[in-house]
């Protein structure tokens, strides 16, 4: 059992007082993830952090945090998260987000894949068994506020291995969504 608590969120950008547990991956901690190699003079440049609002570990408390993806590219594809299924897959998330512009590409291990528009105000629902990544597609920071039962844990290790369906990549008239050629299934 938790005692009840508050934390302030800036809504623009994504931060939470106190900060209680942060996060940071740079371009070096998603090297693998991308399908061109990450230039080593930008190996030290922040991709994204997760801040954490954590309580106790168990299936009747809910985890929060904010994310925050900076803007940019690696080759064609977007800042992105490295995407992760729930260690226990049943377990559904909620992201609310609160500023830029992005997307959610979701898949199963069976292939099926979906991909949803983030922008400020929509709410995105994950459901259990989806793997997901979140994608910044503008120009600006993309903010977003998730929520999820505390003890659905982690499995980034199968999106190492096999990877997302497909991929956000930059087009001549904006973001594309294109197969995955490095797709392990």
Request: aromatic letters at 8%; proline letters at 7%.
């Amino acid at each position: 059992m938790t005692d009840p608590f508050t934390t302030m969120l800036d809504l623009e950008r994504g931060l939470v007082e106190p900060e209680r547990k942060l996060t940071e991956r740079t371009l070096a901690d998603m090297d693998g993830m991308y399908l061109d190699p990450v230039p080593s003079s930008r190996a030290g440049e922040v991709v994204y952090t997760v801040s954490e609002i954590p309580v106790p570990v168990s299936g009747s408390n809910l985890l929060s945090s904010t994310t925050v993806i900076q803007p940019g590219r690696v080759g064609d594809e977007f800042h992105m998260t490295k995407g992760h299924y729930h260690a226990i897959r049943d377990r559904a998330e909620i992201y609310v987000t609160l500023a830029g512009e992005g997307r959610l590409v979701m898949g199963t291990e069976d292939g099926r894949h979906q991909v949803e528009p983030m922008r400020r105000g929509t709410v995105n629902y994950v459901a259990g068994g989806w793997a997901h990544r979140s994608v910044n597609a503008g120009d600006d920071p993309l903010v977003f506020y998730a929520v999820y039962v505390a003890d659905a844990g982690y499995d980034y290790a199968t999106i190492e291995e096999e990877g997302f369906p497909v991929l956000v990549v930059a087009g001549d008239d904006g973001p594309r969504v294109v197969p995955n050629p490095r797709r392990q299934r």
